[in-house]
């Protein structure tokens, strides 16, 4: 089975530029989320779907930060204008949800500079 | 709000060494624990899962353990090998269907197996 799979791998932009991550779950798990990584630090969460529905956004930070998942399969998550503290890692995950174990993306590599 | 820590942030050990990297969590209502494995610049990937309502589970070389009353987790790594050389990060599953369902993490250990 495919995993969860994310592009790109890395980005390098510009203080204020736009930026997007992409990310394609594994095929059935209805509940989705986009984590981010500073460095040293463990995971935090961004948001989470079930199905096209954001459950829980209440760590997006809305004023840069926006995220879709259209169809409830396929999610993107945007910032604009990307700030230097931006620079982290953008993990996506997925699960079947319950009491299940989520399955990580690659991740994404953003440098703001 | 629940914290998870691990110790030690970082571990060194000659190849072939049995060792124990530790979890602790504050709150001990949680659906389960997860460990990962981090490698440089890379994605996590799932080691072991443990129910709340299991004691224990293994996987080849990987032993992990669960305590909820006591709010503590092992993962037991036999034999060593430098390819175990990583950062393992420990989470927990908070809520369940609806709700707050997240995992919260540890900082993580970085392992180091020296050949």
């Known amino acids: 089975e495919a995993g969860v799979v994310q592009s790109p791998r890395y980005k390098i932009i510009e203080k204020k530029q736009p930026v997007a991550f992409w990310c394609n779950p594994i095929s059935g798990h209805n509940t989705l989320y986009w984590y981010r990584q500073n460095l040293g630090q463990g995971p935090e969460l961004l948001i989470r779907y079930e199905n096209e529905e954001a459950v829980d956004d209440s760590q997006l930070p809305k004023d840069r930060f926006s995220a879709e998942r259209l169809k409830g399969v396929d999610s993107t998550l945007k910032i604009q204008p990307a700030e230097l503290g931006d620079s982290a890692v953008y993990l996506c995950a997925s699960s079947l949800g319950g009491v299940g174990g989520y399955t990580f993306g690659s991740g994404t590599r953003l440098t703001v500079v | 709000k629940q914290e998870v820590t691990q110790i030690p942030a970082a571990l060194s050990v000659p190849e072939g060494e049995n060792l124990v990297l530790n979890c602790s969590f504050t709150d001990s209502a949680i659906y389960n624990l997860q460990w990962f494995r981090q490698d440089p610049g890379k994605g996590l990937t799932s080691l072991l899962l443990?129910?709340?309502?299991?004691r224990e589970q293994t996987s080849g070389r990987l032993n992990a353990s669960l305590d909820k009353s006591s709010g503590r987790s092992t993962l037991y790594i036999a034999a060593s090998q430098p390819g175990d050389s990583a950062t393992y990060l420990c989470a927990v599953r908070l809520g369940g269907q609806g709700g707050s369902e997240k995992l919260v993490f540890g900082k993580g250990t970085k392992l180091t197996v020296n050949p």
């Open positions: 443990i129910q709340s309502s299991q």
